[in-house]
């Protein structure tokens, strides 16, 4: 019963890989929407789907801890990603302190000095197993837009100016820090197991944590948007939904290469010219 399971999803994943890209792109479209109707049904609160991506994160983190503890190398892992995500994290982390804090401040807290530790790691303990020279993609070329667009759009909520901008800095800058990590992934062209489990857990846990807030957005009928301020030209609550998109649909394309390689038995993720 199973072969003959895996052996249709094999199939189908065979059939999708030979569609033209935009045949790709309605399929994947299609498919969220549909998981998405799927989980408005099923889901009756939808923090639980905010717990569940966290959950899956912290998985992924887990995977990570084992990699460079028991592995004793780093090879394959994007310190700059690492070091975005602690950037972003610490912002976020500065927000939750001085403007709501609750249980997710203690969940940043968490992700936050776990993320010190990975680069403490592979700046010093590993670095001769880091891959720098595959590790090529330059920092500023998120973070500076990502401080030009908080500027420009931003929250107009009650709390100070500053906050605000950090607030915005730190939505933006997470949906795009996995870039560095990417494009690592695409100059080896293999990825090894434990580092392919981080990023799929990275990309099924945004994947949670967009349709947590899409159908928040839903279930309150533009509420919440109208509650998280129309700062930016109006254009905030509008950038705050699309960054959760962009950074779901950054790992889909490796997400899909990661179920199809597992489908296939292989233990060792190759990709095509062309992913990142």
């Not at 549909?34 to 992924?60: P, Q, R």
């Not at 509008?238 to 998109?245: A, N, Q, R, T, V």
Request: net charge positive; with cysteine; charged share 15%.
């Amino acid at each position: 019963m199973m072969k003959e399971v895996k052996s249709r999803i094999q199939y189908a994943m065979s059939w999708i890989r030979r569609q033209p890209p935009k045949v790709n792109a309605c399929l994947a479209v299609v498919s969220a929407m549909t998981v998405l109707v799927f989980l408005k049904v099923i889901v009756h609160d939808n923090e639980y789907l905010f717990l569940a991506s966290e959950v899956v994160h912290a998985t992924g983190i887990s995977v990570l801890i084992y990699k460079l503890t028991k592995g004793k190398t780093c090879a394959g892992l994007s310190l700059k990603t690492q070091e975005l995500t602690a950037l972003y994290l610490g912002v976020r982390l500065y927000c939750s302190f001085v403007m709501e804090f609750d249980y997710h401040t203690l969940l940043d807290s968490a992700a936050f000095f776990t993320t010190l530790w990975v680069i403490y790691m592979i700046r010093l303990k590993l670095r001769p197993t880091y891959m720098e020279d595959k590790d090529n993609f330059p920092i500023y070329y998120v973070v500076v837009p990502c401080v030009v667009v908080s500027f420009l759009i931003h929250p107009s909520t009650r709390h100070h100016i500053i906050n605000r901008l950090f607030w915005a800095f730190c939505v933006y800058l997470e949906a795009v820090s996995v870039l560095p990590q990417l494009r690592l992934m695409q100059n080896t062209k293999i990825v090894e197991p434990f580092t392919a489990h981080y990023v799929f857990a990275l990309g099924i846990a945004r994947f949670l944590n967009c349709a947590h807030w899409i159908l928040e957005v839903l279930d309150t009928r533009g509420g919440l948007l109208t509650a998280l301020g129309s700062g930016g030209f109006g254009l905030w609550p509008f950038m705050l939904i699309l960054s959760e998109i962009i950074q779901t649909f950054i790992l889909a394309d490796f997400c899909y290469y990661y179920v199809q390689s597992y489908m296939g038995g292989q233990l060792v993720l190759r990709l095509p010219s062309g992913v990142v």
